[in-house]
């Protein structure tokens, strides 16, 4: 399996436990992903400029709020194929690179558990200031994962 940084989905900051950061890998790197889509604007970060999404400045844009639900469900849904793509071609890429039988096993298990194989439903329930995202997805061992996410308009 691959791993990255782990993000507290509370406070969105790195956790260190012991003097080291905490790493994540498998259905919680994938849910990890998918938060960060969800919250993180497009353009935020330097060194993935086309990573996350616009949802954040749609809310208060659109008045109807059945237009605004299609319209974020619709741009949340592109977001989390281009995150899913990302992630094929960062384990396609590192199983290029892998030299030994034992390095390919690690990539092919990681591909098992942390590429999404379908979005099977996004939910948006928007009230005042608050919008709650529900995502669910199968990863390519069969793992369903639901991921809620709840953020504040303006924060």
Same mark, same amino acid.
């Given at each position: 399996?691959?791993?990255?940084?782990?993000?507290? !989905?509370?406070?969105?900051?790195?956790?260190?436990?012991?003097?080291? !950061?905490?790493?994540?890998? *498998?259905?919680?790197?994938?849910?990890?992903?998918?938060?960060?889509?969800?919250?993180?604007?497009?353009?935020?970060?330097?060194?993935?400029?086309?990573?996350?999404?616009?949802? &954040?400045?749609?809310? *208060?844009?659109?008045?109807? !709020?059945?237009?605004?639900?299609?319209?974020?469900?619709?741009? /949340?849904? /592109?977001?989390?194929?281009?995150?899913?793509? $990302?992630?094929?071609? $960062?384990?396609?890429?590192?199983?290029?690179?892998?030299?030994?039988?034992?390095?390919?096993?690690?990539?092919?298990?990681?591909?098992?558990?942390?590429?999404?194989?379908?979005?099977?439903? &996004?939910?948006?329930?928007?009230? *005042?200031?608050?919008?709650?995202?529900?995502?669910?997805?199968?990863? *390519?061992?069969?793992?369903?994962?639901?991921?809620?996410?709840?953020? $504040?308009?303006?924060?």
């Amino acid at each position: 399996m691959t791993q990255s940084l782990y993000i507290s !989905p509370t406070t969105r900051d790195l956790v260190i436990q012991g003097g080291s !950061p905490v790493m994540v890998e *498998g259905s919680k790197k994938v849910e990890q992903g998918i938060r960060s889509v969800i919250l993180e604007r497009i353009g935020n970060d330097q060194h993935h400029l086309g990573w996350g999404s616009t949802i &954040v400045d749609l809310i *208060g844009s659109i008045d109807d !709020p059945n237009a605004l639900r299609t319209t974020i469900r619709h741009r /949340l849904i /592109l977001a989390l194929k281009e995150y899913s793509q $990302e992630l094929v071609d $960062e384990l396609q890429s590192t199983l290029i690179r892998a030299t030994t039988d034992s390095q390919k096993a690690i990539m092919l298990d990681a591909a098992r558990t942390e590429i999404i194989q379908s979005i099977n439903n &996004v939910v948006l329930d928007i009230e *005042g200031r608050t919008t709650r995202v529900k995502v669910e997805v199968t990863v *390519g061992d069969g793992t369903n994962l639901n991921v809620l996410q709840n953020f $504040e308009v303006g924060s």
